[in-house]
């Protein structure tokens, strides 16, 4: 299960990636036509400036990093978690997962069913309410929906659930 | 004169007490709760900015410059539904901090009978007089400091209100304690998030849904949206709308007026109708009132023909107001609490139709995504233009004398936390530029054989 370390860890992967593979892309650019014969100090003044911009860009970046590493590491403090209203399982004493990858609100913004949890994930005998609980630190505003899967022992079935993030 | 501003002019008269006095602050807080948890004071603030909002010059207060004068404006402007409620709650709270009010029987109890009437039976002064007594009445009043101990006691006001035939259907016409919302802040204690949620059987529910419509919010704000205009589609169910809000539209010039450029987006499903809204794309730009501007509006179908309505709001304006001032600010202008205005104003109150909610199934569809250096590229330009901006204005206040160690520090932690923002969100950039990477390309068709 996805921690936010390995989360972390992974997202830098990505940024370093993706650095360097536009480092690569800017300096083969550079390169091609310091290798042609016209190349002047215009261009060399233009190419300095998309240089910079691009240095000062990455510098961005990685502390962007820098910064969500230490809100990882440091400051796991004043969570945005949210509950819903309560849902009602067709099937009493179901078990219940979120299904899908996530629950998403009208502009496309998602919760990823990692940190969304159904509580409580299997219902007792005879029992059918339940809440959607999710950990919405640093997510937007808004209302996600989705569905939960209930499933008995030769049943399933989908319930529509929402949750509001203030 | 508006409404709302006279509004705002009795809670402005209040904060001005609470600050001036901790007894006053205590007082208030078993009304206004965020009075007793925290120093916060707001009107003077908020008059400051007002000023600088105005688009035209003018020696004029933008708001009653006292209790008095705010609650005679208030004795001749015809009031219901859910503004009834909000002019009883803010002199109940007035009450607390101006307790002269209650006990001696003078000038202020006077005009506070004649704010009253407008709203109740007969509209009669001496029905005002009688809910002021109610108001006040030390019995009602809670005795602990919860949320539920306050709605206790309002809805108590209500009810001996309406046993004394002062109010004619009270949990139609004027709905649950205003000004109830859970406050808490994001950006470092810059962004106010507010929620508030209430069951209701006053209206129907395909009714209530049918004023969500933002055209609808003109009609039924009491005169707080001015504009709310379909600037068209942006993309697929999405609506580009421009916000004017006012405490007075019809002179809005001199009064506290702002406009924002919002998004929203319509969802429907069996029993239940969401509208969220978020700043437009390419929002907040440089010398826009509101920086922070999202949340939504939901009305969820019960049993028995009730509906639970939930609102939320984030928010931060471009002046460098708290938490605890952005949600008492809120609380007067009523911005946050719309809804109650559409259920309990228009939709309960007028015979009005609203519109058809447009709501669509929830979709699965990511919004176009801009190419991630383009959107990088536009927000290092908001960001950097936000910091000229700052810093021009923190220039123009040193030449002028006014640019204080305190405006400093405001402005020296708006520039980090914008940064903090910024920068978080390039890493989610970065992130999606590698989902992005990521994803199977389209494979292209062949083409067709000759």
Redesign the interface.
């Known amino acids: 299960m996805p921690t936010p370390f390995t989360d972390l860890l992974q997202?830098y992967a990505?940024?370093t990636?993706?650095l360097a593979e536009r480092w690569r892309a800017h300096s083969a650019n550079v390169a091609s036509k310091v290798q042609r014969p016209g190349y002047k100090l215009d261009q060399a003044v233009s190419d300095l400036a998309a240089t910079a911009a691009l240095a000062?860009?990455t510098g961005?970046?990685l502390?962007?990093?820098a910064?969500?590493a230490v809100?990882v590491v440091a400051a796991p403090l004043e969570r945005?978690v949210v509950f819903s209203?309560p849902f009602q399982s067709p099937l009493p004493g179901a078990t219940l997962a979120v299904d899908g990858q996530h629950l998403?609100?009208?502009?496309?913004d998602t919760l990823p069913a990692s940190i969304v949890a159904i509580q409580p994930p299997q219902l007792k005998a005879g029992e059918t309410e339940f809440f959607v609980r999710a950990d919405a630190t640093?997510r937007?505003?808004?209302?996600y929906?989705g569905k939960v899967t209930t499933v008995t022992p030769g049943a399933s079935g989908h319930v529509?659930v929402?949750i509001?993030?203030? | 004169m508006g409404e709302i501003r006279d509004l705002v002019g009795i809670f402005g008269a209040i904060d001005r007490a609470a600050a001036a006095d901790p007894n006053v602050r205590q007082a208030v807080g078993r009304i206004i709760p965020l009075y007793r948890r925290s120093d916060v004071r707001w009107f003077d603030d908020f008059v400051a900015w007002t000023k600088e909002l105005r688009t035209e010059q003018s020696d004029t207060p933008p708001f009653p410059e006292s209790l008095d004068v705010a609650l005679n404006g208030l004795a001749g402007t015809p009031t219901k539904g859910r503004m009834m409620a909000r002019r009883m709650f803010a002199i109940a709270a007035a009450l607390q901090a101006f307790p002269d009010v209650a006990d001696s029987g003078g000038q202020w109890k006077d005009s506070a009978a004649r704010a009253l009437a407008p709203g109740l039976v007969e509209q009669s002064e001496d029905r005002g007089r009688a809910v002021l007594g109610i108001l006040g009445d030390e019995d009602l009043l809670p005795k602990e400091d919860t949320p539920e101990a306050r709605d206790t006691w309002w809805d108590k006001v209500l009810q001996k209100a309406s046993s004394e035939g002062h109010i004619e259907n009270p949990e139609l016409t004027i709905g649950p304690r205003p000004c109830a919302g859970?406050v808490?802040g994001?950006d470092c204690g810059l962004t106010a998030?507010?929620?508030s949620g209430f069951t209701t059987s006053s209206v129907k529910f395909d009714r209530a849904c049918s004023f969500l419509h933002p055209t609808n919010w003109p009609a039924c704000s009491n005169g707080f949206w001015c504009e709310m205009d379909d600037c068209g589609e942006v993309r697929p169910?999405?609506h580009h709308f421009h916000e004017v809000v006012s405490t007075d539209c019809k002179n809005s010039a001199l009064a506290w007026t702002i406009s924002a450029e919002l998004?929203f987006?319509?969802?429907q499903?069996?029993d239940?109708a969401?509208a969220?809204y978020?700043l437009h794309e390419g929002h907040p730009k440089p010398g826009d009132a509101v920086l922070v501007d999202?949340?939504?509006l939901?009305v969820?179908k019960l049993g028995g023909g009730e509906s639970?309505v939930?609102t939320?709001?984030?928010v931060r304006f471009n002046y460098p107001f708290s938490v605890e001032a952005l949600a008492l600010i809120m609380c007067a202008l009523g911005y946050a609490s719309l809804v109650e205005d559409l259920v309990f104003t228009c939709a309960a109150l007028k015979r009005k139709k609203g519109v058809e909610f447009p709501g669509t199934e929830?979709t699965?569809?990511?919004?176009p995504v801009k190419h991630p250096a383009d959107e990088?590229g536009d927000r290092?330009k908001a960001c950097v233009d936000h910091y000229a901006e700052t810093a021009r204005a923190a220039s123009e206040k040193t030449a002028a004398g006014t640019y204080t160690a305190d405006a400093l520090a405001q402005d020296v932690a708006q520039m980090w936390v914008r940064a903090?923002r910024?920068?978080?969100d390039?890493?989610q950039l970065?992130?999606r530029?590698?989902q992005a990477?990521g994803a199977r390309a389209p494979r292209r068709r062949p083409a067709p054989r000759r």
């Open positions: 997202s990505d940024l990636s993706s000062t860009e961005y970046l502390a962007a990093q910064f969500e809100s945005n209203e998403i609100n009208g502009f496309g640093g937007r505003a808004g209302t929906v529509d929402w509001v993030v203030p | 859970r808490s994001a998030t507010i929620e169910g999405v998004d987006k319509f969802t499903l069996p239940l969401i969220e978020q999202e949340g939504s939901v969820h639970r939930i939320t709001k984030r929830p699965r569809i990511v919004p990088l290092l903090a910024e920068l978080s390039f890493v970065g992130a530029n590698a990477a």
